[in-house]
């Protein structure tokens, strides 16, 4: 009994000890179900989980992870207001140069003709341009946090960085 | 003719950012993203990076992006930032500088190497600004620290490093002039004059926010963080006062 207490102890050893952090930067999983490809401009809608902001010309381009850009009026910073909501399913990051933006719709590049606000019309798409963000499992490549995927909460089409609290997995 | 056309844009926007707010302007002005960015736009190229990869693509048409390089750069490759017709990758391992060779081709010229830990980079013409975080790195190997480091990036061919501060988990950062804005998550953000790279001066320090980045526009300062997006005026670096706030969440 003993020797087998010291065996489950030594195992133990071989466990590397991981500080679970507060607040970390890592991946999530991407839960979707239908059409990912459909990108659609929203009203407003609440700012649930953000990453990034990206700025041009008195607009905020505010990152929702993994479900699009929040556009906010920032004409009056004092007082920031909503204006509307772009669909991207898998977003992490985008560009701007004119009218045109640029986003990741999962592992897909799309040119989006922003230059009514309010109605934006998809340009033209690369398809798997970024192989590396698709599938159900984390990235091969990857070394890090992440969330532990929930299977009650979809399918999961891919992964996204975020910023994490308290996240249970990693690798 | 045109390359310099654009590449002035760049730099317009970069320095002065466009204060119309009259509506997105069609030419060819190029928005701001923050010290994580992945994506950025010089001249008639968008660039990205992966965990692995810098990848390429033509704008010249801008409604049909075409895929033109993906560069191999190593494991952990975080953020991207252009300057002067370079581009700087902030890896876990160490900072990359890659020129832009006349067709947008990125070329490898030289790296900066630190131990593994997570960090972005920005840069001006003399110097680049690294942070590196072990706080909540999973990648992070033993012996790292919370530290922003400076490199001298004069001669690009060999960047050398002439400064290290420790400071507290720093994630983001943003440069205005001499002006360094440097986000440290739940601990806040810390504002330098870095006119002095051997003696960073502390001007301000925002200690109650949330600050993961930055983008500086000529006086005015964003930060998001997981809590809030907030907006302060820092045209008086004595007196930075808040001028907004949109809450994330609840």
Redesign the interface.
């Known amino acids: 009994m003993l020797l087998f207490a010291l065996a489950l102890a030594q195992q133990g050893c071989v466990w590397e000890k991981?500080d679970i952090?507060?607040?970390?930067?890592?991946l999530a999983p991407i839960y979707f179900e239908g059409d990912w490809k459909a990108i659609a401009s929203e009203p407003p809608r609440?700012?649930?989980?953000?990453?990034?902001?990206?700025?041009?010309?008195?607009?905020?381009?505010?990152g929702e992870s993994q479900q699009g850009i929040h556009i906010?009026d920032?004409?009056d910073?004092?007082?920031?207001v909503?204006r509307g909501f772009i669909r991207i399913i898998g977003n992490?990051?985008?560009?701007?140069?004119?009218?045109?933006l640029?986003?990741?719709n999962l592992t897909d590049?799309v040119?989006l003709?922003?230059?009514a606000?309010d109605s934006v019309r998809l340009?033209?798409r690369?398809e798997n341009?970024?192989p590396?963000?698709s599938g159900s499992d984390v990235?091969d490549?990857?070394?890090?946090?992440f969330e532990c995927p929930d299977p009650n909460m979809g399918v999961v089409v891919g992964w996204s960085e975020q910023?994490l609290?308290e996240p249970q997995c990693?690798r | 003719m045109l390359r310099f056309l654009s590449f002035f844009f760049i730099l317009f926007a970069l320095a002065s950012?466009?204060?119309?707010?009259?509506?997105?302007?069609?030419?060819?002005?190029?928005?701001?993203?923050?010290s994580?960015?992945?994506?950025?736009?010089v001249g008639n190229f968008?660039y990205?990076v992966?965990?692995?990869?810098l990848?390429s693509?033509d704008?010249s048409d801008?409604?049909?992006?075409?895929?033109r390089h993906s560069i191999d750069v190593g494991?952990?490759v975080e953020t991207i930032f252009p300057l002067n017709g370079l581009l700087f990758l902030g890896t876990q391992s160490g900072m990359h500088i890659f020129q832009l060779l006349p067709d947008g081709t990125p070329k490898f010229l030289s790296r900066y190497d630190h131990i593994i830990s997570?960090d972005p980079v920005v840069a001006n013409a003399q110097y680049a600004y690294v942070t590196l975080r072990v706080?909540?790195?999973?990648?992070a190997v033993a012996g790292a620290a919370d530290l922003l480091e400076i490199i001298d990036i004069a001669n690009i061919q060999q960047p050398a490093i002439v400064a290290s501060y420790d400071l507290e988990s720093p994630?983001g950062l943003g440069l205005d002039g001499q002006t360094l804005f440097v986000c440290l998550?739940?601990a806040g953000l810390k504002v330098f004059n870095a006119s002095d790279p051997q003696n960073l001066q502390q001007v301000a320090y925002l200690s109650d926010i949330?600050a993961?980045?930055v983008?500086p526009?000529d006086g005015?300062l964003?930060v998001?963080g997981?809590d809030s997006?907030q907006?302060y005026?820092y045209t008086d670096l004595g007196n930075i006062k808040k001028?907004?706030e949109?809450?994330?969440?609840a």
Do not use: M
Not at chain 1, 77 to 80: F, S
Not at chain 1, 141 to 145: N, Q, T
Not at chain 2, 17 to 31: E, V
């Open positions: 991981v952090p507060e607040q970390v930067a890592g609440p700012i649930e989980r953000l990453y990034k902001l990206y700025y041009k010309d008195g607009y905020i381009f505010a906010i920032n004409s910073p004092a007082r920031p909503k992490s990051d985008i560009a701007i140069r004119g009218n045109v640029y986003a990741n590049l040119a003709d922003i230059s606000i340009l033209s690369v341009a970024f590396s963000l990235p490549d990857y070394v890090g946090f910023i609290k990693w | 950012c466009a204060k119309d707010s009259s509506g997105l302007s069609p030419g060819q002005s190029t928005g701001l993203g923050g994580l960015a992945r994506f950025t736009i968008l990205t992966d965990n692995t990869t990848h693509f704008i801008p409604a049909h992006p075409a895929q494991q952990g997570c706080s909540g790195c999973r990648q994630y998550g739940a949330n993961v980045d983008i526009i005015l964003l998001v997981p997006i907006q005026d001028v907004s949109i809450a994330i969440g």
